[in-house]
């Protein structure tokens, strides 16, 4: 036996002469996580749709540029107000609980369970993406949050983004208004801007499971009336939407809500 | 040349009232005749010495003689001797008949014509020590001696350089001697702690960073859990920037570091702040009188250059010595340039006051490779060459490491006052270390707009100064007819220092923001009071308590400019204050000769890190309470260097509680605290010593260590996740040989020297282990004459090791890339093998100056 192989043999039978466990909790877990588009429940299809204005709208495109994303240990905040019972409720009024923060953290989310660390361009018009084998830790995460960043150089398909971290255009259409709109959306205010963050999820992150993210494009429209468009078109009659337009403001704000995200665990 | 040496062992006849051995404060060499001895020829005198009060010898007598010419120099030589006058229980200074034996040996010569010429009187050095008890074996006058060519009179000395420490607080209160196993290699003198067992040191910094100490299932850092002591000046630096209690012991000189005191967990009243896990003092002594000059060259560039000079005739305490250390290093940015300076002076100032006076002075500067990420090595993706060895010692961050700059200064005087003896002493230390580190790469600096992050990297830098003193009161007396001693300590100690953190950018290291900037100053006023009685032949009780108070000053210069109210000044001073008492208690039952039974317990705190506390604060402390039952076993047989062996064996078992916990946080490069923590565990250790020849140590410890959640109940010690990266199982072997052969008709000295060290998986976050860790260092010397060869191997079986590991976010990836959010493993690569030869030489000095 060589000296390496022996050495190998006393290392691994010592620690089985004191305790089988290492005993300091936790595990590293490997998962596969992905992404996809996914029409809303009244929705025609994930690229028909008619929003709340009554606008009915039909995407020609529609890419993101997402990533990283984290899963997260602790619920959303709203979510703790939430789930309180009277008698907690009661408890508040009576004890109240003082509250601190650093000031720059807006949300604490405890432990990272799972992460992806790359960034993708979504079509989120086409089938979707396997974002593959992530890495992360055995544990609930009861959010998750997903970065609406700017495309780096090597990032495949940012040139369907004409330069934006969103790009979505098509045809808004109500009674006799038809609007063709292209419009481009820039995150790059503080992480807070370009981050979604507590979106809610119930995932007992496990080795071998899956997380399947779903992105609703009709979620983004909500509240955008098209009829409240101060830019001109241009000369093929398309509207090139910018901040000072209703839609446009509503569309951005549609990006950054978690409502038009979802995601599920699936169990291996 | 020749040599002639003469040990020298004081035995004393002593009454049993005697409290205080006499020990030699000067000395003189035997004159001896030129033929008196053959080459390789032993002999041994045994005087009987008549010290007065004074510490004057007023008679000597031969009671074992080695012929007319060895007792007639052995006479005229003690004769002349001066002592530090024995002392009796009262403490006054009291006549006592004391034996000395004196051993003269000649080395074999390597052309004998060549040494008739010269016979002048020469010191020689001091190499083996004995001070002892036990019964004197005879010794039969050897028969006279054959002609042979002149012998130079050159003797050993030794002197007896301290009185005999207090009984041991506990049986993990260490009392080590170096000897012999100073042939095993180390890389500094704080190395030698690993003689006691359970200590585990490693390095993440670089050649010249203040190591990382594992003692007792501490993770104790670079310091917040050990008090470091150098021969009474404390080291340890409250509210550094690079971690509360941060003890840079990397400069002490090897070669003058006589003896160690490691006491594991807080049990002698006398340890003072830090004593959490366990204290350590360096000793220094130089028993080698003259000068002796050591230069090593290996691997990497490596340069070790070490001289020392013990004046002859002069206690073993004075000393001076220099050390300077440089090298390339092993892997990227490892290179290292450092020295230092010290020197020592102890003698008697007037009849009964002995003084001492130390100073020491350090500079250097070194590189560090870091930390690097489990993931990016294995796949090989760092950005270093492709080769394995290349990508383990690899490193991100080539503005990594440090710079030191220190000074320190002791004045001590020790004098018998009324009853019992005093000593007072007083210390300074400036320091200023700046420690650049990056364990993060790009994570904390998240801005605005999506820029680029500049770098995690962080400049510590602590600056300042300390100023202490000591009293200690010792007065043995009797108590209802028993023995018994009391000794009461007060320390002082103030610290000013300006500790700054700055974040850098990325390998520019230009400043772009503070992350701290403190002005502290600690005031720290301590006293002990220790009582130990012996109410019966076989039972020894301590018990006393420590009151420590401190008082924080602490100005914070990177407040914000404004607040809500508009414009504000940056800079906010704050005050607190703090005080705890720590009992401490033990009992030992001698139940055989030599076999003791003891148990000890007690309360040791660690101050309160500046940098955490609120304005009027009742700064809080952590508190930790330790316990122990142990067994320990001592035989010593002989009484000469030559024919004696001594055996130690001991056992504990202990469980250590500890009320604010500290553990590493990698986004500050510091210690941030945590809740409380339980801690348990055993150890055995023995050590084995055969004359010159052996010198054997060797221990096993074993420890466990919980961090209970905030609702787990006191009693249950075992709840909550395990204290991750901490040795559970270690094994420490040092083991030294030293032997001399004819060779050609020539004496020829051979010593060898391993030191091994077993580390066990440890367990590390995530259910993982660490992979065991076996280490040995060897060295081979071959001495003839004044000079001594040999080669130096680290890491002997070249292992690849993960000397320190930890777990936490960070990202490497660039500027541009998003920062992994989940713990990572990281590891700090272990040194390769390295070997370096080296040449000692010996000098020999004369009394006569002219040519």
Redesign the interface.
């Known amino acids: 036996m060589s000296?390496d192989r022996c050495?190998?043999w006393?290392?691994?039978l010592?620690?089985l002469?004191?305790a089988c466990?290492?005993?300091?909790?936790?595990?590293?877990v490997n998962f596969d996580m992905t992404l996809r588009p996914v029409a809303g429940p009244d929705d025609d299809d994930i690229g028909h749709f008619v929003n709340d204005r009554g606008w009915g709208i039909t995407l020609d495109e529609a890419y993101l540029c997402l990533?990283?994303i984290?899963l997260w240990e602790n619920p959303p905040n709203l979510s703790v107000l939430a789930g309180r019972s009277p008698l907690d409720t009661l408890s508040s009024w009576l004890v109240p609980r003082a509250h601190a923060h650093a000031g720059d953290v807006f949300f604490a989310g405890g432990q990272?369970?799972?992460?992806y660390?790359?960034?993708v361009v979504l079509d989120a018009l086409g089938p979707g993406l396997d974002l593959g084998t992530v890495?992360?830790?055995e544990g609930r995460a009861q959010t998750f949050s997903m970065?609406l960043?700017?495309p780096?150089g090597q990032t495949p398909g940012r040139a369907a983004l004409d330069g934006h971290q969103a790009w979505l255009s098509g045809v808004a259409r109500q009674g006799e208004q038809e609007v063709r709109f292209a419009a481009g959306f820039d995150f790059?205010?503080?992480?807070l801007d370009?981050t979604i963050a507590e979106i809610p999820v119930d995932a007992a992150v496990t080795d071998f499971g899956r997380f399947d993210i779903s992105v609703r494009p009709s979620a983004f429209f909500r509240g955008a009336d098209f009829g409240q468009i101060v830019t001109a078109p241009d000369d093929e009659g398309r509207v090139r939407l910018t901040p000072e337009d209703q839609p446009h403001v509503q569309m951005r704000r549609g990006l950054q809500r978690h409502s038009s995200y979802d995601a599920r665990w699936r169990a291996p | 040349m020749t040599h002639c040496f003469a040990l020298l062992g004081l035995l004393l006849a002593a009454p049993p009232e005697v409290a205080v051995l006499p020990t030699p404060a000067e000395t003189v060499e035997p004159t001896l005749p030129a033929d008196a001895l053959a080459p390789g020829e032993d002999r041994t005198v045994i005087l009987h010495a008549h010290v007065d009060k004074e510490g004057k010898v007023k008679h000597v007598e031969v009671h074992a003689g080695a012929g007319a010419p060895f007792d007639q120099a052995a006479i005229d030589a003690v004769a002349q001797w001066l002592f530090f006058p024995a002392e009796d229980i009262n403490g006054a200074p009291m006549d006592v008949t004391a034996e000395i034996p004196i051993h003269f040996h000649r080395p074999v010569e390597v052309h004998p014509e060549e040494t008739t010429e010269h016979v002048a009187p020469t010191h020689g050095h001091a190499h083996e020590a004995a001070a002892t008890l036990a019964p004197v074996e005879d010794i039969a006058p050897a028969p006279p001696a054959a002609p042979a060519p002149p012998v130079e009179d050159s003797l050993f000395t030794v002197v007896q350089d301290r009185s005999p420490p207090a009984p041991p607080a506990a049986v993990s209160d260490f009392d080590i001697e170096v000897g012999q196993l100073a042939d095993v290699p180390r890389k500094s003198a704080t190395d030698l702690m690993s003689l006691a067992p359970g200590v585990l040191l490693v390095n993440h910094g670089g050649e010249g960073h203040a190591p990382t100490i594992f003692l007792r299932g501490f993770d104790a850092g670079e310091g917040k859990d050990v008090e470091f002591l150098l021969d009474g000046i404390p080291l340890n630096e409250p509210s550094s920037a690079h971690g509360h209690g941060y003890a840079d012991s990397y400069f002490i000189i090897p070669e003058l570091v006589d003896n160690l005191r490691v006491v594991e967990g807080p049990f002698d009243p006398a340890q003072g702040d830090f004593a959490i896990a366990g204290t350590t003092e360096f000793r220094l002594g130089l028993k080698e009188r003259g000068l002796s000059t050591n230069l090593s060259y290996g691997m990497f560039n490596s340069v070790r250059l070490a001289g020392t000079f013990g004046p002859p005739g002069l206690s073993n305490r004075t000393f001076a010595g220099v050390l300077f250390r440089s090298g390339d290093g092993y892997g990227t940015n490892r290179s290292y340039m450092n020295g230092t300076a010290m020197g020592q002076y102890e003698g008697r100032l007037v009849s009964d006051v002995r003084v001492r006076a130390l100073g020491a002075v350090t500079a250097g500067r070194f590189n560090s490779a870091g930390v690097l990420r489990q993931d990016d090595f294995l796949a090989r993706r760092l950005p270093c060459a492709d080769d394995e060895f290349s990508q383990f010692f690899c490193t991100y961050d080539t503005t990594q490491g440090g710079s030191t700059q220190r000074a320190l200064g002791l004045l001590e005087a020790r004098l018998k006052l009324g009853p019992g003896r005093f000593s007072q002493s007083g210390y300074a230390t400036y320091k200023n270390t700046h420690l650049r580190e990056n364990f993060t790469g790009f994570v904390t600096d998240?801005r605005?707009?999506?820029a680029p992050q500049r770098g995690d990297g962080l400049d510590l830098g602590t600056q300042g100064f300390t100023l202490g003193g000591n009293s200690l009161y010792v007065i043995p007396h009797k108590l209802l007819g028993a023995k018994a001693r009391t000794e009461v300590g007060l320390s002082a100690r103030h610290d000013h220092l300006l500790t700054q953190g700055q974040r850098l950018r990325y390998r520019s290291i230009i400043p772009y923001k503070t992350a701290f900037s403190n002005l502290v100053d600690v005031s720290n006023l301590s006293t002990h009071g220790t009582f130990r009685l012996r109410p019966f032949s076989f039972l020894r009780l301590m018990a006393g308590a420590r009151a420590a108070l401190f008082v924080y000053g602490f100005t914070d210069q990177n407040r914000p400019d404004n607040d809500r109210d508009g414009f504000r000044l940056p800079v906010q001073s704050s005050e607190a204050f703090g005080a705890t008492i720590m009992p401490r208690a033990s009992a030992t039952l001698e139940v055989l000769p030599g076999l003791s039974l003891s148990a000890a317990g007690g309360l040791g705190a660690r101050s309160s890190d500046g940098a955490a506390l609120s304005d009027g604060e009742a700064a809080p402390f952590a508190n930790v309470f330790s316990a122990e039952v142990g067994a320990r076993y001592e035989l010593v047989r002989g009484t000469m260097i030559a024919n004696s062996y001594s055996l130690i064996v001991r056992g504990a078992a202990y469980y250590t509680f500890v009320g604010q916990d500290l553990v590493f946080d990698p986004e500050q490069g510091r210690n941030a605290t945590v809740g409380r923590s339980n801690r348990m565990g055993a150890y055995g250790q023995a050590r084995y010593t055969w004359a010159n020849f052996l010198d054997l140590n060797t221990s096993v410890a074993?420890s466990e260590a919980f961090l209970p959640g905030p609702d787990d109940p006191l009693y249950n010690v075992i709840a909550g996740?395990?204290?991750?990266y901490v040795p559970?199982?270690m094994s420490r072997t040092d083991l030294s040989l030293r032997e001399r052969f004819l060779i050609f008709g020539q004496e020829v000295r051979v010593a060898g020297a391993i030191g091994a060290t077993?580390v066990?998986?440890k367990?590390?976050?995530?259910?993982?282990?660490s992979?065991?860790i076996?280490v040995a260092d060897s060295s081979l010397t071959v001495g003839w004459r004044w000079f001594d060869l040999g080669v130096v191997a680290e890491n002997l079986?070249d292992?690849r090791y993960r000397q320190q590991e930890f777990n936490y976010?960070s990202s490497f990836d660039g500027p541009?890339?998003?920062?992994?959010?989940?713990?990572e493993r990281h590891f700090a690569a272990g040194a390769p093998r390295l070997i370096r030869a080296t040449l000692t030489v010996h000098l020999e000095t004369l009394d006569d100056l002219s040519w």
């Open positions: 000296l050495l190998l006393c290392g691994l010592l620690p002469l004191v466990e290492a005993g300091t909790g936790g595990k590293a990533g990283p984290y990272v369970f799972g992460e660390r790359e960034q890495e992360g830790v970065e960043s700017f780096l790059l205010g503080s992480q370009r | 998240i605005d707009g999506g074993y996740p395990r204290v991750p559970r199982l077993l066990a998986p367990p590390l976050p995530l259910e993982t282990f992979d065991p076996l079986l292992a976010m541009d890339a998003f920062p992994s959010l989940i713990p």
